[in-house]
């Protein structure tokens, strides 16, 4: 047969005549037609920063990469299915395409090495590609965003992105969702559905199931036939609660992995087939289904008369007692089982009791909980599959704290900037909004100041009514309290961390390695200089003159204000350990920035090594602790705290010696430092280093401490909120600020309030003294 032609099913498909299909295709609305794409994932191509060579055709992913593309661009020859494809008609890539993210030349590299194929090949970020040097910028453009969708052949596919921008976690953020509601509103309930990203939601790096049950929610109306994903360097279908799942396998290693998945619709049924690299293994049949959409069981929720909406926030349920009430109703199929838990405490579980026809009941005990937002999760059994639903609620006994939340269209991954009875809250979606909250608590009002269109990652610094911040590849912006911009400057990277000022510059580090000075008064450059061979994503420290920085090559920089020149530069705690393991990028000094006390530098990093620098010589003195996130300066600039890696926030004096410890406050490994706040408010004008930091905790305090305490507040990974005295350590205030879902901004705080912004797009002020 001549190449021009190819078999599929026992059809000729004739290039000619394929071509002329796929141009009408798309006009036949609704209508499903066979095609063929592949699903590749797990990419890890080799980093290319300032000076290095290009991977050459002997590294092992980009060699992994190579051999795809070749293949990528041919019939298929489905050995377990007995036909031969056309080529295929695009590729999906389901992420880590990157090993460190796109520093320098990097991602030039993987653009030249699938640009033989010639065919559409859509991307999601993975972890490995936000992480060190993130690829939001070109995920605009490439595909105009980082969440984006499009119709082929009678089906819609959609990109979500799970990977965190500069964070190694997952995350199904409050932007996320809000673009995936508004994406499937345009689309038909039967349209056949395929989603795409990096995470299977199966694991355990998601807050907790609340949140990937609330992504079921979200396209639970609608005919979602796949999601295709990575991560697992692996070939394998999963089912999830009701949604099916399978991993595109690895072009990089472990080398018996190599291979992709070809995915194939024939006669509107749907056959997932792993083709291996190596010949001598047999290509595997890893799902087959229709397209047709199959409305299974499901649980839906029955409102009680104490669910109402919370103030400028949305509507919960709110609990006062002792007990949680749930009722559901179950539809499409009879349970063998009901029950219901609360926040995935194994310990809260309780069978539900039929309540009617498909109806079920029950309560759950309340009393061990703390003041503030939680979840119920009911899973229905249905034999050996079951399938889970959850809703949060507001858990309200007397004695809580008086408290308002707002929400915003974004996630909030920088703290929140406290100003006077006001906040300042910077979001994923680039948007600077200030937040009212009203006196006595009940109303909110919100006012955009700003929108960059990306994202913005640390908070403003304010200086003399001015709001200094960094906006991603948009550059540094000056923006005034009224919302009147000044000046932008592109400093020609993207750049991400807080800005320090000084009476007449600007200063911030870039995502290439440089540092830059800007003129206050003018926005212009007064000068740039490359110091760090990897990316620098967290404010700079501008301390007597000399700006300290981390960078993800591994070192700690000094550098002069005055013309950027380089003053010292030394490896990061964890580099003086004689390991070469630990002289890598993974575990560099460079998502917290280093906090100086007197004549020394405190630094910590992703080894969590806590370590002491000569501030002048930057000779390292040795480790202080080890099991440490993050580090934030006291208010009297002669001590820190620390922020334990699973649990526990310390106060240090001067001299890196213990003052107190809170052992037992649950933390997490989120860089987002204890933060103190003193009440004066005056103190707000220096930026966000009055905005606090984040740990957890558990256990309640309901008594509001008098006026002038100076406290210490942390949240926890997952929303728990402590307010400590800063003498002694002793807990104030314990309040569960968001459902167990990802906090990972440092809070806000002065002497009367705390605020707390979350992912999922929530900002709470929780009230220190007495209403």
Known sequence: MSRSCCVIGGRLWCRAVLLAWLAVSAAWAGAIRDFCFLHTSDNHLSPQPVGAPAPGPDDRALSGLTWFVAEAGKPQVVEPLQLTTPPPAFVIDTGDLTEYGVIHRTWDTFEAAIAPLGIPFYVTPGNH??????????????????????????????????????????????????????????VARDTPVFLFCHHPLSGPEFAKPFEQLRFLQTIEDHNVVLLMMGHGHGHRHERWNTLDSVMGGTTSHPVENIGYNIMVVRDEVLHVVFRPRDAAKPMQVVLKKPLAAARGPRIEFVDSASRARMPGGDSVETISGRETPVQVRVRGGRPGRVTASVDDIEATTVALTPAGPGRYGGTIGAADLLPGRHFVEVTAAFG??????????????????????????????????????????????????????????????????????????????????????????????????????????????????????????????????????????????????RHAAYSVETPVLLCDGVLYFGAWDGLVYAVNADDGTLKWKKPGPAGHMGQALFRSRYYAPADCPPVAVGDRLFVTDRAYKLGEYRIETGEY??????????????????????????????????????????????????????????????????????????????SRSR???????????????????????????QVLLRYQAAPQLHVMAPPAADDQRVYVAGMDGSVTRIELTSP
Request: aromatic share 6%; charged share 25%.
């Open 129 to 186: 590609d936000n992480t060190w040097t993130g690829i939001m910028q070109v995920m605009r453009k490439r595909h105009g965003g980082d969440h984006y969708s499009f119709d082929k052949f009678g089906c819609h596919f959609a990109c979500i992105d799970s990977a965190t921008p500069q964070e190694p976690l997952p995350s199904l953020e409050r932007r996320t969702l809000a673009w995936l509601t508004d994406d499937l509103r345009r």
């Open 384 to 529: 050996d599959r079951k399938i889970d639903a959850a809703r949060e609620f507001q858990f309200v006994p007397p004695g809580s704290p008086s408290v308002v939340q707002a929400n915003v269209d974004a996630g909030v991954k920088a703290a929140p900037l406290a100003v006077g009875d006001e906040v300042i809250v910077v979001t994923t979606g680039g948007e600077v909004q200030r937040l009212s909250f009203g006196r006595p608590p009940g109303k909110t009002t919100a006012e955009r100041l700003f929108d960059a269109g990306v994202e913005i990652l640390h908070p403003p610094r304010l200086a003399d009514g001015k709001l200094y911040f960094s906006a991603a590849e948009k550059g540094v912006h000056c923006l005034g309290l009224d919302g009147k911009l000044a000046w932008t400057c592109n400093v020609g990277a993207t750049v991400y961390g807080t800005p320090a000022v000084d009476g007449q510059r600007v200063y911030v580090a870039d995502m290439q390695g440089s540092a830059h000075a800007i003129d206050r008064a003018t926005g212009k450059i007064v000068w740039s200089k």
């Open 621 to 698: 003195l040795g480790e202080i602790a080890s099991d440490i996130a993050a580090i934030g300066p006291t208010a009297d600039g002669r001590g820190f705290y620390a922020r334990g890696l699973s649990k526990g926030v310390t106060r240090y004096d001067g001299a890196g010696k213990v003052v107190w410890t809170a052992a037992d406050v649950p933390m997490g490994r989120f860089p987002a430092p204890p933060v103190e706040a003193t009440g004066e408010s005056d103190r707000l004008e220096a930026g966000p280093t009055v905005a606090l930091d984040s740990p957890r905790t558990p």
């Open 703 to 729: 008594a509001a401490e008098p006026r002038g305490v100076s406290r210490v507040a942390a949240c926890s990974n997952r929303g728990t909120l402590v307010v400590l005295d800063a003498c002694t350590g």
